[in-house]
C-alpha cells in the first residue's frame, strides 16, 4: 500500500498579514480606544498584549514553545501581582519586557529564523526555505 502523499504548505520568510490578523488588530485597537476614557488600565492591557500578538506572529514569526512560555509567564505573573494585591499593570509590563527582549533576541540568533530581516540576519535561511531545517 502506497501511503498518502503529504502536502505542507512551503516555508516563507520575511513579515506576514493576513485579513484575520488585521481583523484582531482592528478589534483590539477599537477596544482599546473605546474603553480609554472609562478603563485606561484595561486599554493599556489591550494595547500591550495586542502588540506582543503581532510581534511574535508578524514581524518576528516566533515559534509556537516561545509564544506558550510567553503568554504562561504573562498569566504566572499577572496572578502573582494579584496574589500580593499589587496589580497594577506598570508593574506586569515591566516585569514582563526582559522575556520579550529574550525571546526575540533568541529566535533572531537561531538557524531557524524566518522573520522580519532574515535574508540579512540569518545566513542559514535558505537551507530552513529548502527544509534541510528542521
Known amino acids: 500500500m502506497i501511503p498518502p ?9 520575511g513579515a506576514r498579514c493576513s485579513p484575520t490578523d488585521i481583523a484582531v488588530l482592528i478589534l483590539a485597537g477599537g477596544s482599546a480606544l473605546a474603553l480609554a476614557r472609562v478603563q485606561p488600565d484595561l486599554a493599556l492591557l489591550i494595547g500591550f498584549v495586542t502588540a506582543h500578538f503581532f510581534l511574535f506572529c508578524n514581524l518576528i514569526r516566533l515559534d509556537r514553545r516561545s509564544e506558550l512560555i510567553w503568554a504562561g509567564v504573562w498569566v504566572l505573573n499577572v496572578a502573582v501581582w494579584s496574589f500580593w494585591g499589587e496589580l497594577r499593570w506598570g508593574y506586569v509590563f515591566l516585569s514582563q519586557t526582559p522575556l520579550t527582549v529574550y525571546l526575540t533576541v533568541a529566535a ?11 535574508r540579512r540576519l540569518n545566513p542559514h535561511l535558505d537551507a530552513y526555505l529548502s ?3 528542521p
Do not use: K, M, S
Open 5 to 13: 502523499e503529504i502536502t505542507c504548505r512551503p516555508r516563507t520568510w
Open 108 to 118: 533572531l540568533r537561531r538557524p531557524t529564523y524566518h522573520g522580519l530581516g532574515a
Open 131 to 133: 527544509n534541510r531545517l
